[in-house]
């Protein structure tokens, strides 16, 4: 368990002039995933997120907590062998999950990321005129097509080039009618931040055989641009692996390693 913000570069704000968002620094350390027979961390009166290091749902609500520069805690999860305890924090037994106070926790990645936008205003994430909210809305919905097609290839060994590209196209068109830097304007926002943690992993495709399943530079060129632009923004790099230690993951996880979570133990 750890806290990421490092809170006395948040003291120096005030009085750090000129000073780019790319400097903001985090304190990490990664922690052993609890499984079956582990005891519960007994709760500090810090907000808590119970997670897996390699999932991308959980991803999303540990880049809006690193963009709000909120102090948390963090519970690693092994989803293969469940800690018995898990279903109190998380009724379906899934993360990501968001213990506010003792006992009382909100879960789904969407669900608990909206709730740190309202609860943690600066910097606002989501779009506050309702068309750009509700299209915003649309993009992140659109997109589950490219994750769909992601977990055939990577889980059940089946391409599906078509189905990744609908989801890829329909982003990339929004950020070409945008003509922004980001979706959410000149930062990254909510719809930036929840389809990310895919995009930092859909170079594993081609890398495990799918080459049809590549991103083409050229047909997608605002779109890697936008990806290159992201993996600046300090949320993302916080938290970002790289390809090989994804899948270093991914062949430990297929083969049925239940120490695949600790790999960066």
């Given amino acids: 368990m750890y806290a990421i913000v490092n809170n006395q570069f948040n ?4 009085f750090a002039r000129g000073i780019s968002r790319s400097v ?9 995933h609890l499984a079956k027979g582990s005891q519960l961390p007994p709760f500090n009166g810090k907000l808590r997120i119970y997670n897996m290091r390699f999932c991308p749902y959980a991803q ?12 948390y805690e963090v519970v690693n999860i092994n989803l293969t062998e469940k800690p018995e305890w898990l ?3 998380s009724p379906f037994g899934k993360v990501p999950a968001l213990e506010i106070e003792n006992n009382l926790t909100i879960y ?6 909206d709730y740190l936008d309202d609860k943690y205003p600066n910097p606002p994430l989501t779009a506050t005129d309702p068309l750009r909210k509700a299209q915003d809305k649309l993009i992140i919905e659109n997109f589950t097509a490219s994750i769909v097609a992601f977990y055939k290839a990577m889980m059940q060994k089946e391409s599906a080039p078509e189905k990744l590209n609908e989801g890829l196209t329909f982003v990339q068109s929004e950020l070409e009618k945008r003509s922004t830097k980001f979706l959410a304007g ?8 929840m389809i990310w943690p895919w995009f930092e992993r859909f170079g594993l495709l081609p890398l495990r055989g799918y080459k049809d399943m590549a991103m083409d530079p050229i047909k997608y060129k ?8 992201m993996k600046e923004d300090p949320a993302v790099k916080a938290y970002y692996l790289d390809l090989e230690t994804h899948n270093r993951f991914f062949d430990k996880r297929v083969n049925g390693d239940v120490d695949c979570y600790d790999i960066l133990i």
């Fill in 108 to 113: 789904e990645s969407l669900v608990t990321s």
């Fill in 24 to 32: 903001v620094a985090f304190t990490m350390k990664e922690e052993k």
């Fill in 87 to 89: 279903t109190s924090k």
């Fill in 60 to 71: 999303r609500t540990v880049l809006i907590l690193n963009a709000k520069k909120v102090p």
């Fill in 186 to 193: 000149s930062q990254p926002g909510m719809v930036d931040y």
């Fill in 11 to 14: 003291k120096l704000l005030p």
């Fill in 222 to 229: 605002t779109l890697i641009s936008w990806m290159d632009q």
